[in-house]
C-alpha cells in the first residue's frame, strides 16, 4: 500500500509488504513555522539525543487542513524513562500506557508518547483485546489508531509526512475513515464510533461508506461502555464549537437514541428546540472573532435535557407557589434520575446544579419575556446561572441572541465531570481511570459478556 520512496528509511517500510507514502516538502502545506515554539523544541532535543520524534494525529490534521491545531502531540522511540532523563521540566502519567508531559512557561503543555504496538490491528477475531500495549515501531503506531485522517506522521528533519493508510489522501478527498476493519476495531472499542461522528462533524468530511455501516451496525454497542467514558465524549462535542453537526450525525446515525433513548419519541420529540439550542452554544462557544464562552458542564447537558424535559414536566407552565416548588423539584430529580444521571454516571453536585437550573425556568421565562429581573430575583445564588440558561433557551426559542456580557465573571466549577483525585490530568482525562477494566476479561473499561464475542 502506498508509494515506494527513497526517502524511506528501514523501519517505515517494515511490515507485511506495507510501505509507507512519503510526502515530500513541496506537496503539503505543513512547515516549521506552523508547529508551536515547545513543540518545534521537544522534537529537535528528540533529534540531538538521538532519538525519532514526530508531530502525530490531530495537529498534523489541522495543520494540512490550514487550521490551527489545539495540541501538538509528539510520539518517539525514546522510552518513558529516557524522556524523562532528558526532559528534567517534566512528569510521566497515564497507567495503562505511559505519557510524558513536558512543561514549559505560561502553563503549556507538550505530551510526548512513544511509539505503540498494533497489539489489535489485523486481529481477525472479536474476542476482547488482551492488555498488552507496548512498544511499537512507527508503522505499528499507525495501524493501532483510530482514523486515516488522525494516523499521519510529520517529521521534522527531512519535513516530510509519512502515511501508512492513506489519511492524506482521506484529508484531500474530505473523507473519515476508520483504520483496518471498522467491524472489528468498533467492536473491541466502541467509543470509536464517537470520535468517527466528532472528526465528520468538525471538518464537515463524509463518513466512509465501510465505516458508517458499521457506526449503524454496532452503535448499541455503547452500552457496553463505561458511563464516565462516555459522558467525557459527549461534552467534547458540547464544548467543540461543532455540536449542532455533531447532533446531526448522531440522529441521522441514530446512535444519538442510544445515547439518550428518551428523546426516541414518535410526534414532537423536541429536536428541533433541542437543534437551535445546540446553534446557540455554538454561536456563544465558537470563535466568530469574539472571546468565544465558556459553558460549564453541568449547563451544557441542561440544555442537551432541556427539550426532553420541557415535553415531559412542562417546565414554562408549571405553577410554583404554594407547594409547586417543591413538588416540581422532586418531578426532575426523579426524571434526571431514571433518564440520564445513573446512564453517565452524572455526580449528585451536577445533578443538583441542572435541577436548580430546570425548577427556576418558570419564573426566569416570565421575566425574561417582561425584560425586567425584580430585585429579589437578582439577589439570589442562582440568579447568574439561571440567567445564561434562560437566555439561551429565549434566543433558541427566536428571542434576542445572547450577549457574551451576560457570561462575564468567574465561571463555576464543573459538577458534572468528577474531579480527578488520582494524580497526572492532562488533555483527555489522562492521568485518571485505567482504560482497562479491572474485571477479568474486561477491555478499555467495557463490561465483560454483555455481547457475543466479549
Not at 520524534?53 to 522510552?79: C, H
Not at 467491524?183 to 464517537?194: A, E, K, W
Not at 457506526?215 to 464544548?239: F, W
Not at 440558561?389 to 426559542?397: G, V
Amino acid at each position: 500500500m502506498g508509494i515506494e520512496s527513497t526517502g524511506c528509511t528501514e523501519e517505515q517500510q517494515s511490515g507485511p509488504g506495507i510501505r509507507a507514502t512519503i510526502i515530500p516538502e513541496g506537496d503539503h502545506p505543513i512547515r516549521p513555522a506552523d508547529l508551536d515554539r515547545e513543540a518545534l523544541k521537544v522534537l529537535y532535543r528528540l533529534r540531538d539525543a538521538g532519538f525519532s520524534g514526530y508531530l502525530v494525529g490531530g495537529g498534523v490534521r489541522d495543520l494540512y487542513l490550514g487550521k490551527q491545531p489545539k495540541d501538538f502531540d509528539i510520539s518517539t522511540n525514546a522510552r518513558p524513562g529516557q524522556l524523562r532523563r532528558l526532559f528534567r521540566n517534566s512528569r510521566t502519567i497515564g497507567r495503562r500506557f505511559r505519557l510524558v508531559q513536558v512543561f514549559f512557561r505560561g502553563n503549556k503543555i507538550i505530551e510526548v508518547s512513544t511509539l505503540r504496538s498494533q497489539s489489535e490491528y489485523g486481529r481477525q477475531d472479536t474476542r476482547v483485546l488482551p492488555a498488552n500495549n507496548t512498544f511499537g515501531t512507527l508503522e505499528e503506531d499507525a495501524f493501532r489508531r483510530d482514523l486515516t485522517i488522525n494516523s499521519l506522521f510529520y517529521e521534522i528533519d527531512t519535513r516530510t509526512i509519512i502515511d501508512y493508510v492513506g489519511g492524506v489522501d482521506d484529508l484531500n478527498n474530505g473523507i473519515v475513515r476508520i483504520v483496518g476493519d471498522p467491524d472489528v476495531r468498533i467492536t473491541r472499542d466502541p467509543v470509536r464510533i464517537l470520535r468517527a461522528l466528532r472528526h465528520a462533524a468538525r471538518t464537515g468530511f463524509v463518513i466512509d461508506h465501510n465505516s458508517y455501516r458499521a457506526i449503524t451496525s454496532h452503535r448499541d454497542k455503547l452500552n457496553l461502555c463505561p458511563a464516565s467514558r462516555i459522558r467525557d465524549e459527549i461534552i467534547k462535542d458540547l464544548v467543540s464549537g461543532y455540536s449542532r453537526a455533531w447532533a446531526d450525525l448522531c440522529i441521522q446515525s441514530r446512535v444519538f437514541f442510544t445515547l439518550f433513548p428518551f428523546y426516541d419519541q414518535a410526534g414532537e420529540n423536541g429536536l428541533d428546540e433541542l437543534g437551535a439550542i445546540l446553534s446557540v452554544i455554538d454561536r456563544l462557544q465558537g470563535k466568530n472573532g469574539a472571546t468565544p464562552v465558556r459553558l460549564p458542564d453541568y449547563m451544557l447537558m441542561a440544555l442537551l435535557l432541556y427539550p426532553w424535559l420541557q415535553r415531559e414536566l412542562d417546565l414554562l407552565q408549571r405553577e410554583l407557589k404554594g407547594g409547586g416548588y417543591r413538588l416540581l423539584f422532586n418531578d426532575i430529580r426523579q426524571a434526571l434520575d431514571e433518564s440520564i444521571c445513573g446512564r453517565l454516571n452524572i455526580k449528585r453536585s451536577g445533578k443538583e446544579a441542572m435541577t436548580m437550573l430546570f425548577v427556576n425556568m418558570p419564573n426566569f421565562h416570565r421575566y425574561q419575556e417582561k425584560k425586567s429581573w425584580p430585585n429579589w430575583l437578582r439577589k439570589k445564588s442562582y440568579f447568574n446561572d439561571c440567567a445564561r440558561f434562560s437566555a439561551i433557551i429565549n434566543e433558541a426559542r427566536g428571542g434576542d441572541p445572547v450577549s457574551t456580557d451576560l457570561f462575564a465573571g468567574p465561571p463555576r466549577p464543573d459538577t458534572v465531570r468528577p474531579v480527578n483525585r488520582q494524580g497526572g490530568g492532562g488533555r483527555g482525562g489522562r492521568g485518571g481511570n485505567p482504560s482497562f477494566s479491572d474485571k477479568k476479561g474486561g477491555v478499555f473499561g467495557l463490561r465483560a459478556g454483555r455481547f457475543s464475542g466479549c
